[in-house]
């Protein structure tokens, strides 16, 4: 039985994910949805910390909190927020709904209890994971190990999902529309032009930590990549954007994007050349454990380009249409 | 030794034919007579060497035991002659009756009728069930344009319920209980003493029922309302596919399972077969009670043809060895007269434009030779001398006599009574009965008389020559008998 | 350099197509995407058959991705079964590539050429790696890959409700996915590995408990919505007759191939054909089926849209395929297997066919295409082929395909399941027909003549040989039906 | 059955969550409200993967000297690779609301759905 305080912690942050949870779908305006989704955002993402999945956090703290947030804030439009949001669920969604909670319900009586050490999960796989992933990779953070070697391929796949949503927003969004350069930035407010683009600089270096660092903590390409591109996109919100297609044009942005994904399917194909098989990173360097080095490094870097390239793109693609749409 | 397949291919390599030549409706026409005369030497050859074609002719094997195969037996080959010899004759009716008619569409018409042909004879020469059904299907898509072929508000809707019946018996029953004998039968192919010899007899009669309504080409009631609908059609079609291929495909159909699937032995102790028998047996009444009752002559020769084909369903259900002697000799006897009944029927419609019975008093004297035709076929349809048909009637009689069904005979009986009163109505009428104006000579042209006139005649002949098909027959429950 | 290369083969089948949609979007150029469009459907087709070369004689390809050995990392596993599909799929992307150098009725804006082809590549690749992967989680990555692809894809329509379309199929495909996730969240709480074959002994030793019941529950409605299982099939229509056409060409025959791939692998590897499993799986499935192919037919012969009428009609289609998976038995894996084959190829035909009519005519409304046949013959009569396939005609693969479903059926001793099943065909011939009727005897409703023009080589080229292949399997069935019985060895041996 | 209520009580808040999720799936009429109920819904599954993961007393898996009890890393990597999935269908679905405000004017599905369907000219 779970007495610690870590469990308490747990079940009071549940109680308030529940709460903003149910806040949201009583939400009405779509404003309002969008604030309490990043709230709801960040109190997951301090039970994942309660729960050790530090790396995770930090992602949905990115993602969830943030990226989303942008995106949905990109698409809402005044007009919706005549509009009632709530109604109460009609007869069939209840029925469904209940009758799905009902059923993981009746399932949970079989589940093993949270914390419980002695279960499968904690038992089969992953004892590699933890005991051997020190000698066979060599760096700290087994989740970087897992993630990067052992599941590399997963990760590999992750980051086309990242590129594919990139093209499908391009492609979606680019139809039919000619660019149109908005004249000023869009926050207008003078203190933020003074202090963010003094703060830049530091998120950019901030997410080429998280990119280095991630062998060592939590962290990495991934994370680095949001954080690398937000900092741009505040750049381009702050300022003219013409200023960042100066610095960078839409060209290669999206050239960026594809870039980081060719850097994570040749270093596969680099490690077949080299007599292993795809995405086997031992055979990139003399010993075995720098090759791991090298490779989950150059992945990461892979990794990086592509979120971050996405993130701008993305950006580009949701503030034209939003300025042309109107 | 040419393989049997040829005549399957010729008639759709005949289609092709008529297609390419489009253009040029002599040539087209010249195709379509040669194809005709070259199936017809194709099955002649077969008849007459026999002996060099006991082999099975695989086509194609789609799956291990699921082929498209073909071979030669006494019954396909009645079935094959029959329609071997009718289509040139009806070629150069269909020509000169599509010609008086003005019809824009021949070459489609001809395309299709090779295409229907060819699935004719593909049934007839079939070696086992899928090769049968897959033919069974063509011919009907083939026939749906034909049926709607001039494509007005009528022959559409006719063509619906001509294509929902035939293809819901065939997909729904047919197919079932093809399925059925694949899976629980020893195998598809036709061999004699049949394929169910290992079943339970519950199967057996699941399967006779499934059979017997699933073949909608039989007409069977209460499958038979695509024929009468079919009549839209011209009259070409109406005599070759709707008096010779499609019906007689169905009732082949019929015969050959019974003989082939189920074998005799097995049929005669099924118990549901004695009450199965009276559906055909009900239908020959019926069918010609209503016949009685049409006044339009293509309506009523077409209840006569329910009537007719029920004759052979009938016979084959009696499954014995006399039955089936008439059963198959009625697919002849009745081809020749019912096609005869259906080009004169074509003929008065295109020179005296009369249709309704009633308006053709004193007809005959002005169109002799048509309605001299339509006598004569209407006594081999009856089964009166000097005809055929009253051979093949015969030994349907003697059949249902083997297995004591008087009743049966009766119904035989009555019926032929029947149709004694409303076939022969139509020519003692037009000879007898005056005119109600005085008509001019209205007699077609030599091409539309002289097939009509050729097919009366070799109903008259087959009189005389049906010991040649009795032969061909009994070899046939020769066979049977010692598999 | 060659030999090695080979022994890359089951990963260089996903990532290649990978990496060339990554270098179609640096590049940035239409006509360089299209070129490489086109290589990448053949390398990935023969990629495929040498596939089906090394698996053939030597049995199953094990192929451990970054040198770990399953179950720690991922694992490509090939077997008679996976080259099955792999063959299926690929050769269909390959036709409905080509098929799209042609006339696009896609809504494009500038720029977005190259993009919409990478998207393309991803969406096979995604599709492909499913297939290949013997690994749950990985299943689940590709899957996306996939899905967001074809969303995208769909969305490309010219109509707009091509945008609603993408947009419900997006969320309920991303309500399955995560149904699927939570699935795989499930097992491996239950097992603690993600490795199929090592899910299937772990489940074999550990016995079935509630959690694992619910994981194959959650499986069964999250494939069952990407597969388009009936009460699931919300998306369907409106995705296939709003998508481009050369897009509904591709998905018709990828997209719900492979979500039923996947379930015909979880439901009988994991689970077991005979896994006393408290749940009836099998009545579950049969009963899905059963209302998808007798209701589809029905709403299809009501349907207004001929592109819509035939997506329906995949709907009606592929609950064939799901009653033969509901059966649990090897022949009714093979049949299955033969009839998405099959399937596939006639509706890829199909609907090529609908879609160079309707580029030509300019409309997808049934009631505008009276006697279009006697302008567009080549279509036409394709398109009539392909109904009578629908139908299970002899002499057609479809009625290969029904002779297989209906003889698993007798033999799992269910033999009034041949009933729907010949009625479903019935009603599809009743749809089939309808049409039929219009293109041929239905007076002209639009200026037919002006709507003439040349067929362009890949429109008709990959008809051509699509139909010829139609032709040829339903002659010749054997070569699938083998291949798919020894397939299914290959499956069932692996479960128990 | 002490152990049943804090021992479960994590999956059946995500299971609550779940629920809620659908709900907004299924009932709601504004498409951005759905993608919301939508990222709603897959966290769900998020939080029961990660307590899945979880070991009393564990600490997070990052290798170091004096800690030997590790919460379970594996289901990390598959959520962090979830949450990125989940961001991609959320940011291609609010594309395709884009794109459906420009045809239509508004993202409200009833409204659209309401309209009598127009089929678009002939073009040939």
């Given at each position: 039985m779970i007495t610690t305080i870590n469990a308490l912690v747990d079940m009071g942050l549940l109680v308030v994910l529940s709460v903003s949870a149910l806040m949201l779908v009583r939400c009405n305006s779509p404003l309002n949805t969008i604030i309490l989704n990043a709230l709801y955002s960040f109190t997951i993402c301090s039970l994942f910390v309660i729960m050790d999945a530090v790396d995770v956090a930090f992602t949905e703290a990115a993602v969830g909190a943030g990226i989303s947030t942008v995106l949905f804030l990109c698409v809402i439009h005044p007009d919706d927020e005549s509009g009632r949001l709530f109604v109460w669920p009609g007869p069939l969604a209840t029925v469904v709904a209940l009758a799905t909670g009902l059923l993981l319900v009746f399932g949970t009586f079989d589940m093993p209890l949270y914390g419980d050490p002695q279960v499968p999960v904690h038992t089969h796989l992953v004892t590699r994971f933890l005991e051997d992933s020190g000698t066979e990779i060599g760096i700290p953070n087994v989740v970087t190990s897992v993630l990067a070697s052992y599941r590399g391929y997963d990760t590999l796949g992750e980051v086309v999902v990242v590129f594919t949503a990139g093209t499908s927003v391009l492609i979606l969004l680019a139809a039919g529309h000619a660019r149109q350069d908005s004249g000023d930035g869009l926050i207008s407010n003078s203190i933020l032009r003074v202090v963010m683009p003094r703060i830049i600089p530091l998120v950019i270096l901030f997410a080429l930590y998280v990119q280095f660092h991630g062998d060592y903590g939590p962290g990495g390409g991934f994370q680095a990549g949001v954080i690398l591109g937000a900092g741009l996109i505040t750049l381009a919100l702050l300022t003219d954007s013409r200023i960042m297609q100066g610095v960078i044009s839409e060209r290669w942005i999206i050239r960026g994007m594809a870039g980081g994904v060719l850097v994570y399917g040749l270093v596969g194909v680099a490690s077949m050349l080299g007599g292993g098989k795809y995405l086997d990173y031992s055979v990139l360097a003399q010993s075995s454990t720098d090759g791991q080095h090298l490779g989950i490094l150059l992945i990461e870097i892979g990794v990086g380009i592509t979120v971050a390239f996405t993130m701008l793109s993305l950006f580009v693609s949701f503030n034209r249409s939003g300025q042309t749409g109107d | 030794m040419i393989p049997v397949s040829a005549v399957v291919l010729i008639p759709l390599l005949g289609a092709i034919g008529i297609v390419l030549a489009r253009r040029h409706v002599g040539l087209r026409n010249l195709v379509l007579v040669l194809t005709g005369i070259g199936n017809l030497a194709m099955v002649g050859h077969i008849a007459l060497n026999l002996s060099g074609y006991q082999e099975v002719q695989v086509l194609f094997e789609t799956l291990p035991g699921l082929s498209i195969a073909f071979h030669v037996e006494p019954l396909g080959l009645v079935f094959g002659l029959t329609a071997g010899i009718l289509w040139p004759i009806t070629s150069i009716y269909a020509v000169s009756y599509l010609d008086a008619c003005r019809d824009t569409h021949q070459t489609r018409f001809h395309a299709l009728f090779c295409v229907a042909i060819g699935s004719a004879m593909g049934i007839a020469f079939s070696e086992n069930l899928f090769t049968l059904f897959l033919f069974y299907e063509m011919l009907t898509f083939s026939t749906w344009p034909l049926v709607t072929h001039s494509r007005t508000r009528e022959a559409v809707s006719a063509g619906r319920v001509y294509l929902g019946v035939l293809l819901a018996s065939s997909l729904l029953l047919f197919l079932l209980a093809i399925v059925l004998v694949g899976n629980y039968g020893s195998g598809l192919s036709f061999v004699p003493g049949g394929q169910l010899a290992s079943t339970s007899p519950a199967l057996v009669a699941v399967l006779l029922v499934l059979f017997v309504f699933g073949i909608g080409k039989a007409a069977v009631m209460p499958l038979h309302r695509w024929l009468p609908r079919a009549m839209v059609a011209p009259a070409p079609v109406s005599a070759l596919l709707h008096a010779v291929a499609v019906v007689k495909a169905g009732v082949f159909s019929m015969l050959k399972i019974t003989v082939y699937i189920f074998g005799y032995d097995l049929l005669n102790v099924v118990f549901l077969r004695d009450i199965l028998i009276w559906f055909p047996a009900a239908t020959v009444l019926v069918a010609s009670f209503i016949a009685m009752r049409q006044d339009d002559i293509k309506a009523r020769l077409a209840y006569s043809t329910v009537s007719q084909l029920s004759y052979i369903v009938t016979g084959a259900l009696m499954a014995n060895s006399l039955a089936l002697i008439g059963s198959g000799m009625h697919i002849v006897m009745h081809a020749f007269g019912k096609i005869t009944l259906f080009f004169c029927a074509g003929a008065i419609m295109i020179c005296s434009g009369k249709k309704y019975i009633s308006d053709m008093n004193g007809l005959g004297r002005s169109m002799p030779w048509t309605f001299g035709a339509f006598f004569v076929a209407s006594l081999s349809i009856a089964g009166l001398p000097p005809t055929g048909g009253v051979w093949s009637k015969w030994y349907l009689a003697l059949g249902a006599l083997e297995l004591g069904q008087v009743a049966i005979l009766g119904v035989l009986m009555l019926s032929s009574l029947m149709n004694v009163y409303y076939l022969l109505a139509v020519p003692l009428r037009a000879f007898f009965l005056p005119a109600p104006q005085p008509q001019a000579r209205l007699e077609c042209r030599p091409a539309l008389i002289g097939p009509l006139v050729l097919t009366a005649l070799l109903s008259c002949a087959l009189f005389f020559l049906s010991g040649d098909l009795q032969g061909l027959l009994a070899d046939l429950t020769r066979r049977m008998a010692s598999p | 350099m060659i030999s090695s290369a080979l022994k890359h083969l089951p990963v260089l089948q996903v990532v290649v197509p990978l990496l060339v949609a990554a270098l179609c979007v640096l590049a940035g150029s239409r006509f360089l995407a299209r070129t490489a469009l086109i290589l990448t459907a053949l390398v990935m087709l023969s990629i495929s058959l040498m596939l089906a070369g090394q698996v053939y004689p030597d049995g199953v390809i094990s192929y451990a991705l970054g040198g770990w050995p399953p179950p720690w990392g991922i694992e490509y596993r090939i077997d008679m079964l996976t080259v099955f599909v792999l063959i299926t799929i690929n050769l269909v992307n390959l036709a409905a590539a080509v098929f799209a150098l042609g006339r696009n009725d896609d809504n494009l804006g500038r720029g977005a050429h190259a993009a919409f082809y990478a998207a393309w590549l991803l969406c096979m690749a995604g599709l492909n790696g499913m297939v290949v992967t013997?690994?749950?989680?990985?299943?689940?990555?590709?899957?996306?890959?996939?899905?967001?692809?074809?969303?995208?894809?769909?969305?490309?329509?010219?109509?707009?409700?091509?945008?609603?379309?993408?947009?419900?199929?997006?969320?309920?495909?991303?309500?399955?996915?995560?149904?699927?996730?939570?699935?795989?969240?499930?097992?491996?709480?239950?097992?603690?590995?993600?490795?199929?074959?090592?899910?299937?002994?772990?489940?074999?030793?550990?016995?079935?408990?509630?959690?694992?019941?619910?994981?194959?529950?959650?499986?069964?409605?999250?494939?069952?919505?990407?597969?388009?299982?009936?009460?699931?099939?919300?998306?369907?229509?409106?995705?296939?007759?709003?998508?481009?056409?050369?897009?509904?060409?591709?998905?018709?025959?990828?997209?719900?191939?492979?979500?039923?791939?996947?379930?015909?692998?979880?439901?009988?590897?994991?689970?077991?054909?005979?896994?006393?499993?408290?749940?009836?799986?099998?009545?579950?499935?049969?009963?899905?089926?059963?209302?998808?192919?007798?209701?589809?037919?029905?709403?299809?012969?009501?349907?207004?849209?001929?592109?819509?009428?035939?997506?329906?009609?995949?709907?009606?289609?592929?609950?064939?395929?799901?009653?033969?998976?509901?059966?649990?038995?090897?022949?009714?894996?093979?049949?299955?297997?033969?009839?998405?084959?099959?399937?596939?190829?006639?509706?890829?035909?199909?609907?090529?066919?609908?879609?160079?009519?309707?580029?030509?005519?300019?409309?997808?409304?049934?009631?505008?295409?009276?006697?279009?046949?006697?302008?567009?013959?080549?279509?036409?009569?394709?398109?009539?082929?392909?109904?009578?396939?629908?139908?299970?005609?002899?002499?057609?693969?479809?009625?290969?395909?029904?002779?297989?479903?209906?003889?698993?059926?007798?033999?799992?001793?269910?033999?009034?399941?041949?009933?729907?099943?010949?009625?479903?065909?019935?009603?599809?011939?009743?749809?089939?027909?309808?049409?039929?009727?219009?293109?041929?005897?239905?007076?002209?409703?639009?200026?037919?003549?002006?709507?003439?023009?040349?067929?362009?080589?890949?429109?008709?080229?990959?008809?051509?040989?699509?139909?010829?292949?139609?032709?040829?399997?339903?002659?010749?069935?054997?070569?699938?039906?083998?291949?798919?019985?020894?397939?299914?060895?290959?499956?069932?041996?692996?479960?128990? | 059955m002490t152990d049943a209520i804090p021992g479960l009580f994590n999956y059946w808040v995500a299971i609550g969550l779940f629920v809620c999720g659908l709900v907004m799936i299924l009932d709601s009429r504004n498409m951005i409200r759905k993608m919301v109920g939508l990222n709603m819904f897959q966290s769900a599954v998020f939080l029961l993967f990660i307590t899945m993961g979880k070991v009393e007393n564990g600490h997070a898996p990052i290798l170091a000297d004096g800690i030997s009890r590790f919460s379970n890393p594996l289901p990390h990597v598959l959520i962090l690779t979830a949450i990125v999935v989940g961001v991609a269908t959320t940011a291609v679905g609010l594309a395709l609301v884009v794109r459906i405000r420009r045809a239509y004017g508004t993202v409200d599905e009833d409204e659209i759905f309401d309209r009598p369907e127009v089929e678009p000219e002939i073009v040939p």
């Open positions: - | - | 013997n690994d749950a989680f990985n299943v689940f990555v590709f899957l996306e890959i996939s899905s967001l692809a074809t969303y995208v894809l769909i969305g490309c329509g010219r109509d707009p409700r091509a945008l609603l379309a993408s947009y419900r199929y997006l969320v309920m495909g991303a309500v399955g996915a995560t149904f699927i996730l939570l699935s795989i969240g499930l097992l491996y709480m239950h097992t603690g590995t993600l490795n199929l074959t090592d899910l299937a002994q772990r489940i074999d030793a550990r016995g079935a408990n509630r959690t694992v019941i619910m994981a194959l529950a959650f499986l069964i409605i999250g494939l069952g919505i990407k597969c388009a299982m009936m009460p699931l099939h919300d998306w369907l229509p409106n995705a296939y007759s709003f998508a481009p056409n050369s897009v509904t060409v591709l998905l018709s025959g990828t997209a719900t191939k492979v979500a039923l791939y996947v379930l015909l692998r979880f439901v009988h590897d994991l689970f077991g054909v005979d896994h006393a499993l408290s749940v009836p799986v099998d009545i579950v499935l049969v009963a899905c089926a059963i209302s998808g192919m007798l209701v589809a037919p029905l709403i299809a012969l009501r349907e207004s849209n001929l592109k819509r009428m035939f997506a329906w009609s995949s709907v009606a289609q592929i609950s064939y395929i799901i009653l033969a998976i509901g059966l649990g038995t090897g022949a009714g894996v093979a049949a299955a297997l033969v009839h998405l084959f099959n399937h596939s190829i006639i509706k890829v035909a199909v609907f090529m066919a609908v879609g160079i009519l309707i580029a030509r005519t300019g409309t997808a409304r049934i009631r505008h295409l009276g006697s279009v046949a006697h302008t567009h013959r080549f279509a036409c009569y394709t398109l009539l082929f392909g109904g009578l396939g629908l139908i299970g005609l002899p002499g057609t693969p479809g009625f290969v395909s029904k002779w297989v479903l209906v003889s698993a059926v007798v033999e799992r001793g269910w033999w009034w399941l041949a009933i729907p099943v010949l009625a479903g065909s019935l009603a599809s011939a009743a749809y089939v027909w309808r049409i039929v009727e219009i293109l041929w005897a239905k007076p002209a409703d639009i200026p037919l003549q002006q709507t003439r023009s040349p067929l362009a080589f890949v429109e008709w080229f990959p008809l051509v040989v699509v139909m010829g292949l139609v032709l040829w399997f339903g002659l010749h069935a054997s070569l699938v039906t083998g291949w798919a019985g020894l397939a299914a060895a290959a499956l069932t041996g692996n479960g128990s | -």
